[in-house]
């Protein structure tokens, strides 16, 4: 061969070998080669979704994807490069969720990420051919597709704090996403909302980043609306699922003086989700054990227990890891709820932390911690005028043992509660509940250590009166327990218009009159009940009636408002009317009517008109205008007298 045709078929080689190129591996031209896309649904409600294309060219719509599950990814299809209208569908649904034009170039991965709730679903295009970062670096964006705001993103050590870091992305805000490049390496990832480094939303123990890798760190709304879960997506690779299902931790304090026992049912935000019973039967002044839960916002449900309708129920949202106790208090439609966090830091080596919990519906107290003989007019206040359903703190306290001592805000004399020895751990984190008595007025406290287990302190003191309506002689004296309770007072009508405070139990009663005892009786007295202890006679036969007193106030701001019959005189049942109707009916000497309740005089400006009559004559014994009843006020209006004796009618605020 000579050496022309050699130099010409050498010069022919490389377009032959261009166009063999060509046909193994397709055009070189970037405009020619093909697209290839996946679908990853992470719908909050769509469990099943279609996608559909449409890029013009013969007008009718192609189905692409079927019956993509929810959290589940799809395998890569392939298209032509083009412009496209992308319709996503519910399965077995014809009408789109989402109408959406894409641009699909040639040679390239792109997943697209559906997600949101009903009447919310969107989607999210992630393209996957990033270059590799260096090596021992990973690229890593995280997309946010919640809408319940902006979130920071921690990658730490196991159990590093979050004080002492600062986040690897910051203020992701809804739809929207950050890139960023990190060091290689497991990291503990942690998510937090708006409310700072103590808003956490999600902790994932461990995700592992590898060199050179490119990932994608998709933020989903749990099923609450507040907390996140997240989905680890790498560049072309399957995703990896991280929920907030490890468990949280709830129990229930018991401190309602009106309900008990008690249930608590929750309810998963999620909107087909039942009721799960995860308490039955906590009993007056006792704590649960810790019922694990899924980290979730749930609808609380209180119930009474052996009652079907709710007590209260209101919102909580749970942490994966957290602990929380609900303390449940009030009397008779006034129940409540205030929770309790459980995972603060433990407090320096000689210290402990004290917050308080007034779990009362009733009035604001100074909460005094103190040396065992010091007297109160040498103190200030702990904590002053802790307001009812509040939690007031933390303050920080030196370990050791305080005197407890609890009075109504400013007034040192009215003491409610006195415990002589509570013990501070050091570095311990401690809520002291106060919580109401049945009578009222006097409390009782439950010491509880964070994740600990709560001491019980019962206030053994009961707070009584005396009311004295005989139909004869002229003084009388009342002792309990060789306590003085009513000391020569008016024989035929009297009542007291405070309170003394005795231990209780079962102890003696005398009665005398004009210096001679006339009655003698041992009445039992339970802890924290407020009495009145009523002296009245039948057929000159004197008598001694022990009436319990509901001193607990009306958090809706009502009146409460009864009635005694002391009559002794009259012996005939009594009515009483206000604003001419009646409240109470047939009221026998001797006895109380049930409380009723009405407005205040802030809203009856003029007051009432009130009416004492015979119930079985209905003659009028005692008619009054312009009666005004303070908000929130706790009356009783005692009637005396009758036969050769006046009618007479005591007003009395109890509380």
Not at 396 to 405: E, M, N, P, Q, V
């Given at each position: 061969m000579s050496n022309h045709h050699l130099r010409r078929i050498l010069g022919l080689l490389p377009a032959v070998l261009a166009i063999l190129l060509a046909g193994c591996f397709g055009n070189a031209d970037s405009k020619s080669g093909p697209a290839r896309i996946r679908v990853l649904n992470i719908s909050s409600w769509y469990d099943s979704v279609d996608l559909y294309t449409n890029n013009g060219d013969n007008g009718t719509d192609t189905l692409q994807f079927s019956a993509v599950g929810r959290s589940t990814i799809s395998d890569y299809k392939t298209l032509k490069a083009d412009e496209y209208t992308l319709q996503f569908r519910?399965?077995?649904?014809?009408?789109?969720?989402?109408?959406?034009?894409?641009?699909?170039?040639?040679?390239?991965?792109?997943?697209?990420?559906?997600?949101?709730?009903?009447?919310?679903?969107?989607?999210?295009q992630v393209a996957e051919d990033t270059d590799v970062p260096n090596s021992g670096y990973?690229?890593?964006?995280?997309?946010?597709?919640?809408?319940?705001?902006?979130f920071d993103v921690y990658l730490t050590g196991a159990d590093d704090s979050l004080d002492d870091v600062s986040p690897a992305l910051s203020s992701i805000g809804p739809s929207a996403g950050r890139t960023a490049t990190v060091s290689s390496g497991t990291y503990r990832v942690r998510v937090v909302g708006d409310g700072g480094k103590t808003d956490l939303r999600l902790d994932i123990p461990s995700i592992t980043l590898a060199s050179q890798g490119v990932v994608s760190l998709i933020l989903v709304a749990a099923n609450g609306g507040v907390l996140v879960n997240a989905v680890l997506l790498p560049q072309q690779g399957q995703p990896t699922f991280y929920g907030n299902a490890a468990s949280a931790n709830m129990r229930v304090l018991n401190v309602s003086s009106g309900y008990a026992p008690l249930d608590l049912y929750t309810t998963s935000s999620t909107t087909d989700a039942p009721d799960v019973q995860q308490f039955a039967g906590v009993a007056l002044n006792t704590a649960s054990d810790y019922a694990p839960v899924s980290a979730d916002t749930y609808a609380l449900k209180f119930r009474k227990t052996g009652v079907t309708g709710n007590l209260l129920v209101t919102g909580s949202t749970v942490a994966e890891s957290s602990h929380v106790?609900?303390?449940?208090?009030g009397g008779i439609n006034q129940f409540a709820m205030l929770p309790i966090t459980e995972d603060t830091d433990p407090a320096d080596a000689g210290f402990s932390q004290v917050q308080i919990v007034n779990a009362t519906a009733s009035d604001a107290l100074d909460i005094y911690l103190s040396g065992a003989g010091d007297s109160l007019d040498n103190l200030t206040p702990t904590v002053s005028a802790a307001a009812a359903g509040a939690i007031?703190?933390?303050?920080?306290?030196?370990?050791?043992?305080?005197?407890?001592?609890v009075t109504l805000a400013g007034d040192k004399t009215d003491l409610r509660l006195d415990v002589p020895a509570i013990t501070l751990a050091s570095t311990d984190i401690v809520s002291i509940v106060v919580s109401e008595s049945p009578g009222g007025v006097l409390v009782n406290a439950v010491v509880i250590p964070q994740q600990g287990t709560p001491a019980f302190y019962i206030n053994n003191n009961v707070r009584i009166r005396g009311a004295v309506g005989l139909s004869?002689?002229?003084?009388?004296?009342l002792t309990v327990g060789g306590t003085a309770i009513v000391t020569s007072k008016p024989a035929r009508s009297y009542i007291a218009d405070t309170y003394t405070i005795l231990p209780s139990g079962n102890d003696l009663v005398n009665v005398s009159v004009d210096g001679a005892t006339v009655a003698s009786a041992t009445r039992t007295?339970?802890?924290?009940?407020?009495?009145?202890?009523?002296?009245?006679?039948?057929?000159?036969?004197p008598q001694i009636t022990l009436l319990p007193d509901d001193n607990r106030l009306d958090i809706k701001g009502e009146v409460k408002l009864r009635l005694i019959n002391g009559?002794?005189?009259?012996?005939?049942?009594?009515?009483?009317?206000?604003?001419?109707?009646?409240?109470?009916?047939?009221?026998?000497?001797?006895?109380?009517?049930?409380?009723?309740?009405?407005?205040?005089?802030?809203?009856?400006v003029n007051g009432y008109h009130l009416d004492l009559l015979n119930a079985q004559t209905l003659d009028a014994l005692i008619s009054r205008d312009s009666v005004l009843l303070q908000a929130k006020g706790v009356y009783t209006f005692f009637a005396a007298g009758g036969g050769s004796s006046s009618v007479a009618g005591t007003l009395r605020k109890d509380h």
């Open positions: 519910k399965t077995g649904v014809s009408s789109n969720l989402l109408s959406i034009p894409a641009t699909l170039p040639s040679n390239s991965h792109q997943t697209f990420v559906v997600y949101g709730p009903q009447n919310g679903f969107n989607m999210l990973t690229s890593l964006q995280v997309l946010n597709t919640t809408t319940s705001g902006h106790t609900y303390v449940a208090y007031t703190g933390p303050l920080i306290y030196t370990s050791g043992t305080y005197r407890l001592r004869t002689g002229s003084a009388a004296s007295l339970a802890p924290g009940m407020d009495y009145t202890m009523l002296i009245w006679d039948t057929a000159g036969v009559m002794s005189g009259l012996g005939a049942p009594l009515n009483l009317s206000i604003d001419f109707a009646p409240v109470a009916e047939y009221v026998v000497v001797g006895a109380a009517s049930d409380y009723f309740e009405l407005e205040p005089s802030t809203i009856n």
